[in-house]
């Protein structure tokens, strides 16, 4: 039954090769996309590159509060013990602290902040949940490179993610420069499906969250998606937010400078679109990596001032 519904067949054996997307990328049809927040040039931009960089989305007072409870969380003398918290390898650093929105009041009432749920809701012209949550702390000096990938690919072999009806947004709560390990995409990449070779091991999660083995592409398939637009790296200022596509292929590389590299990381799921048995012979990967029973329909709030108001009151 699964291999029927399966439209994005990807490892178990499987040679690796590009297959076109069979999804649309924006599903909000045009007299709707005002509901996105966006003008009209940058949802043709996230269309066809599959990705896009708003500044300034996010006020200093508001980025000092995320950054305070950033800290708060690396600190808690508690948080080390927790399932949800990922160390950098070697260093023992905290890398990064999943389903933040579950742990962190200040980070659930972002992640329903309309300046966020609101663009997700319009991009996939459904009601959404929040299907990974996470802070990345990228630490300085030890902080280590992501290797290229779409998230796509993982979220529907390990996951069970039917279509491509989901994105990411990226709240960068520090200076992202080209020298700390930004965020590198490859624009277009979302058009095509990168079909990945090798079997997926059991409890691959515990592996793949601090260095990714399987659900990587090859070399040439790399190569021939950098050949269509090459590569950008998503330089940004704090308070800004990087929305990617989630098969749009990115990675990152080591930060060996003194600055940190962190950012609040929320994937919008539509909510026709959650998750099934994995496509793979494995057992679903545990509820605060990829959510499978506990699922809350965002209700998007608006208003910055009530909204800054909230945040002081917690």
Known sequence: MIAAQDKYPSRAGRAACLMPRLDPVVYAPGPQRQLTNLSDGQVAQYERDGYLVLHDVFSAGEVQCFKDELERLRRD???QARDEVITEPGSGDIRSIFRVHGISEVFRQLASDERLAGIAQGLLDDDVYIHQSRLNYKPGFRGKEFYWHSDFETWHVEDGMPAMRALSMSITLTEN??????????????????VCTG???????RESLKKQEYGVPEDDLLEQLTGRKGIVSAVAKPGSV??????????????????????AFFVYNAISNRVVQPFCDQSPRPEYIAAREHIEVIKAH?????YRGELQAV
């Open 77 to 79: 003398p508690g948080m």
């Open 177 to 194: 420069t080209l020298h700390n390990g930004p965020l590198m995409l490859m624009p277009g990449s979302h058009k095509s499906y990168a």
């Open 199 to 205: 079997e997926t091991p059991a409890n691959h999660f």
């Open 242 to 263: 990087i929305i990617f596509d989630c098969n749009t292929m990115h990675g990152s590389s080591s930060n060996i400078t003194p600055d940190p590299r962190s950012n």
């Open 302 to 306: 608006t208003g910055p001032e009530n």
